[in-house]
């Protein structure tokens, strides 16, 4: 595995949340968030699984029948999305309120599920029970079974990041269903309303990011974006800079030998964690939800050293 540090931040002052200036010559303000599309979001999303276990893509040989499940997972998110009503977003006020504070409009934290997550979670259990998954079928039908209460215990551990690990699997479809659900409340947000609401947190919903991208937009061509693990908006951030604690000190960036150069670990020295970033400048085919599945041998490489992974991919949940 090979690494390389992070250059001097152009940013200005450290601490300093700010959109990435890398944009030289070109759009000088990248925009701050794009929102998700849940019209094909997941449809995407389930390619690119396809695709990668096609490929071997970074070794994913070993991974082929599990990339298979995750993109069939991902069409039954998909399926849903159409069939739904209309989420319920936060009344104007509510969200100019949180705005002023610099907290997230649809925050995760203080979620409470209502009709619409609740069908969103029934169809999505009942499109996955149409999916070959021997391992999964018992917690699946266990869910199916569970009263409304016991249904939205779960969420608020997916929601909070404490789930207990007897319970893996059945807290994983809950997830899966979450994520459609945060989509596409997040889609309904007036994007140019948004503001940071702090390091490694989504504007949207304050979850964790999966990865980040380089992109290669006209609009912001260089500029880096976190990907949110939950509702898939993407926020920009600036460049050698920790996602996690905002340090642009110690920042260094490892990848396999002999890789394509297009998904790295981005380490922090100041709190030894890391987050993959992933080019899609140089590979526009890059998903950040599927290619960090993929490219679990880089994550099995990185628990060689001293840092842990600081990344959260709902569908690597007890990894």
């Known amino acids: 595995m090979s690494s390389s540090p992070g250059s001097p931040n152009a940013a200005g002052t450290p601490g300093a949340l700010q959109p990435d200036p890398s944009n030289i010559g070109g759009v000088q303000q990248p925009p701050f968030v794009r929102l998700p599309d849940p019209a094909s979001l997941f449809d995407m999303r389930a390619r690119r699984f396809t695709a990668l276990a096609e490929a071997n893509a970074f070794g994913a040989s070993t991974l082929k029948p599990y990339l298979l499940f ?55 259990i009942a499109g996955a029970g149409n999916i070959d998954m021997p391992e999964s079928a018992a917690a699946l039908e266990t869910l199916r079974q569970a009263d409304t209460a016991t249904r939205h215990d779960l969420m608020r551990n997916v929601l909070a990041d404490a789930i207990p690990v007897e319970a893996l699997s059945g807290h994983i479809f809950v997830a899966l269903a979450l994520q459609v659900h945060f989509a596409r409340l997040a889609a309904g947000l007036d994007a140019k309303r948004l503001v940071p609401v702090g390091d490694g947190a989504c504007p949207c919903c304050g979850g964790p990011p999966v990865s980040s991208l380089i992109v290669g937009w006209p609009t912001a061509h260089g500029a880096r974006y976190c990907a949110c693990s939950l509702c898939a908006t993407l926020w920009n951030y600036v460049r050698i800079r920790c996602t996690q604690c905002g340090s642009t000190k110690g920042i260094a960036y490892q990848e396999i030998d002999g890789g394509s150069g297009t998904v790295k670990a981005e380490t922090c020295d100041n709190c030894h964690a890391y987050v993959k970033v992933l080019y899609q400048d140089k590979e526009p085919s890059l998903e950040p939800v599927a290619d960090d599945v993929a490219s679990l041998g880089l994550d099995i490489l990185m628990q060689e050293g001293p840092y842990r992974r600081g990344a959260v991919n709902l569908f690597l949940l007890g990894y």
């Not at 069409?75 to 977003?89: G, R």
């Not at 203080?110 to 997550?117: E, P």
């Open 70 to 124: 995750l993109s069939n997972l991902g069409q039954v998110q998909h399926a849903i999305v159409a069939s739904l009503p209309e989420p319920v977003l936060p009344t104007p006020d509510a969200i100019e309120w949180a705005r002023s504070f610099e907290m997230p409009p649809i925050d995760r934290g203080s979620f409470v599920a209502d009709a619409v997550a609740e069908m969103t979670l029934e169809r999505f």
